[in-house]
């Protein structure tokens, strides 16, 4: 069992940058690919950055590629979601999740979510 609480969220202006940060309970973290997730209203949950197990490689959606950078550090159980030159397109809720069978480009190859936080980029 994993549990996932998100954290750093909250309002930025264009081309400002925030990092999150998602911390895990459970002593099997090091095994679970991690990946960040966002939902914006009246859309559908999409793949934003995944990372795998040793944090060996890492993959974002094209519409990030560039300016996310999705990391982790086994030994505090976290991973964090660094976002430069945000844009307002990127205002959603941001929800990170595991998986132990890989990185996945869909939600439903996850097994653990978090709650999620939001992230509003203003104008």
């Known amino acids: 069992q994993v549990q996932l609480v998100e954290s750093g969220g909250g309002l930025v202006q264009t081309g400002g940058s925030l990092r999150l940060s998602c911390a895990a309970s459970?002593?099997?973290?090091?095994?679970?690919?991690m990946a960040w997730f966002r939902q914006a209203p009246g859309k559908e949950r999409e793949f934003a950055a995944a990372?795998?197990?040793?944090?060996?490689?890492?993959f974002y959606a094209d519409s990030v590629k560039g300016r996310f950078t999705i990391s982790r550090d086994n030994a505090k159980n976290t991973v964090y979601l660094q976002m430069k030159s945000l844009k307002p397109e990127d205002t959603a809720v941001y929800y990170c999740?595991?998986?132990?069978?890989?990185?996945?480009?869909?939600?439903?190859?996850?097994?653990?979510w978090g709650q999620g936080t939001q992230v509003t980029v203003s104008s």
């Open positions: 999740a595991a998986s132990n069978s890989g990185y996945h480009l869909i939600p439903e190859g996850y097994e653990y």
């Open positions: 459970g002593r099997t973290f090091s095994t679970y690919a």
């Open positions: 990372i795998r197990w040793n944090g060996g490689s890492t």
